[in-house]
């Protein structure tokens, strides 16, 4: 499949993956640069060739969730309450889907490079994981550098009636999210692309249903692809992926 323009705006990119005639399409785009980005942590640079490796992994531990985060978000700057998100997929996924062995430090490193783990444009996250405010991108409407994506959930999402916009924090496009988005709390609501542990969880099982087993160079490598078939995606979420499983390592 050959990928749709892409551009970069602000020094960040986000991606939105769409199920478009029953294959994944990837657009990228944001509205506006991110001038609220103060981040000190240090993620070096990987320069690993497709399909070599995985970044370093630490599974997290199903006990003490909270408290593992509020200490690992004093290291890396991650919310803490994203890191909780992550955690609590990398949990649920283990019990659904044993044989994918998705990484918390995977999501991580995705939602890095969607949206700061929630924070794209002073965006916070509350207790309930919901975000404040919104995260939308960008009119999918064909403009030079973006994909057009015509209205496909009325604005019930995105607030567009006209074009699809990438929504939450993990960057899903409404028709993606009508088909992949989960509730992670169990609570019987809609899932919610704006709530953090509905994404990171939907976002967990888009990427094992496109990898397979993440533990192995060419699952991992072919989940993020599937998010955005970009090797300097690949390698941005992979080098955020592998510092933050060290930094939880060294706790």
């Given at each position: 499949m050959i990928p749709p323009p892409r551009r970069r705006l602000g020094g960040l990119i986000l991606l939105v993956a769409a199920l478009?005639?029953?294959?994944?399409?990837?657009?990228?785009?944001?509205?506006?640069?991110?001038k609220t980005a103060t981040f000190t942590f240090e993620v070096p640079d990987l320069d690993v060739a497709p399909g070599a490796a995985v970044p370093t992994g630490?599974?997290?531990?199903?006990?003490?969730v909270t408290a593992w985060a509020e200490r690992l978000s004093e290291k890396t700057q991650i919310p803490a309450r994203s890191l909780v998100a992550y955690a609590r997929a990398e949990i649920a996924i283990r019990q659904t889907d044993p044989d994918?062995?998705?990484n918390w430090s995977t999501l991580a490193g995705v939602g890095r490079v969607e949206s700061h783990h929630g924070r794209y444009n002073g965006s916070r996250i509350g207790a309930d994981g919901v975000l404040t405010?919104?995260?939308?991108?960008?009119?999918?409407?064909?403009?030079?550098?973006?994909?057009?994506?015509?209205?496909?959930?009325?604005?019930?999402?995105?607030?567009?009636?006209q074009w699809d916009r990438a929504?939450?924090?993990?960057?899903?496009l409404p028709a993606t999210w009508a088909q992949r988005g989960v509730r992670a709390s169990g609570d019987g609501a809609a899932p919610d692309p704006q709530n953090m542990d509905d994404a990171a969880l939907s976002a967990a099982?888009?990427?094992?249903a496109r990898g397979g087993d993440l533990s192995s160079a060419e699952g991992w490598w072919k989940a993020v692809f599937a998010y955005n078939r970009s090797v300097a995606y690949g390698r941005n979420v992979f080098s955020g992926a592998d510092a933050y499983a060290k930094a939880a390592a060294a706790l």
């Open positions: 478009v005639t029953g294959a994944v399409v990837i657009v990228i785009g944001t509205n506006q640069p991110d630490h599974a997290v531990d199903g006990s003490g994918c062995k998705i405010p919104p995260i939308i991108g960008i009119a999918l409407d064909g403009s030079p550098g973006v994909q057009a994506v015509p209205d496909t959930d009325g604005g019930r999402l995105d607030g567009d009636t929504v939450g924090p993990m960057q899903f099982g888009f990427l094992c």
